[in-house]
């Protein structure tokens, strides 16, 4: 069956530009992450969705990062005015909720310029 | 603050030895532990979990090691294949909701035939 799929696979973009990364997950999957790998870093918690609850956004770095999961499926990660540093791949994993392996896309590179 | 440290940044084993890859944490609320493998250009894969009611998980050639009075845990693998060349990801989470999931910086294991 289909995985977790991320669009686009790279994206390169000039700084104070804005962008938006796309997520798609597991097709009945419930919960939705998305984490953060910059250079020689491990993964960083982002922001989370669970069914109808409130997101838990306590990892987003900054009010230019916001994110939106419609219909409790398709995921959008915004980041507004890009400067260098968010140069990473941004991952996004599903589950089929609480305690459950989250299964991971390929990401998305970012690349600020 | 890491709450999950991985120490080694690289390990190298040669081919048919076992490779041990080590995690500390900080956290003692943290009670369950995952390892995530990640090729190149791909996301990252569940491997093999523990709770912390447990000290030892083996699921073929993995087996992950717990030592809660030292919050460290090891995974072990026997015997090492090339294949097994990747960064892995030490995690970790507190019940009951393992909703976040804290993850390590990662060690990129290299099996040399």
């Known amino acids: 069956g289909a995985g977790v799929s991320q669009s686009p696979s790279n994206k390169v973009t000039e700084k104070g530009k804005d962008v938006e990364l796309r997520c798609d997950p597991i097709?009945?999957?419930?919960?939705l992450y998305w984490y953060r790998q910059s250079l020689g870093q491990g993964l960083e918690f982002l922001i989370y969705?669970?069914?109808?609850?409130?997101?838990?956004k306590s990892g987003l770095p900054s009010d230019r990062f916001s994110a939106e999961r419609t219909g409790g499926s398709v995921s959008t990660l915004t980041i507004q005015r890009t400067q260098q540093e968010d140069s990473a791949v941004y991952l996004c994993?599903?589950?089929?909720?609480?305690?459950?392996?989250?299964?991971f896309g390929p990401g998305t590179r970012l690349l600020v310029l | 603050d890491q709450q999950v440290k991985q120490n080694s940044p690289s390990l190298s084993v040669q081919e048919g030895r076992i490779s041990i890859l080590n995690c500390d944490y900080t956290?003692?609320?943290?009670?369950?532990f995952l390892w995530y493998k990640k090729y190149p250009a791909e996301g990252p894969t569940f491997l093999i979990s523990?709770?912390?009611?447990?000290d030892k998980n083996e699921d073929g050639r993995f087996t992950v090691f717990l030592n809660k009075s030292a919050k460290h845990l090891s995974l072990h693998i026997v015997p090492s294949q090339p294949g097994d060349s990747a960064v892995y990801f030490c995690?970790?989470?507190?019940?009951?909701?393992?909703?976040?999931?804290?993850f390590g910086p990662g060690t990129s294991l290299s099996v040399i035939p």
């Open positions: 523990i709770s912390s009611i447990k």
């Open positions: 995690a970790a989470s507190v019940q009951p909701s393992y909703d976040k999931v804290i």
């Open positions: 097709s009945g999957h419930t919960a």
């Open positions: 969705f669970q069914g109808n609850s409130a997101p838990d």
């Open positions: 994993a599903s589950s089929q909720g609480r305690g459950r392996t989250q299964y």
């Open positions: 956290n003692s609320m943290f009670d369950y």
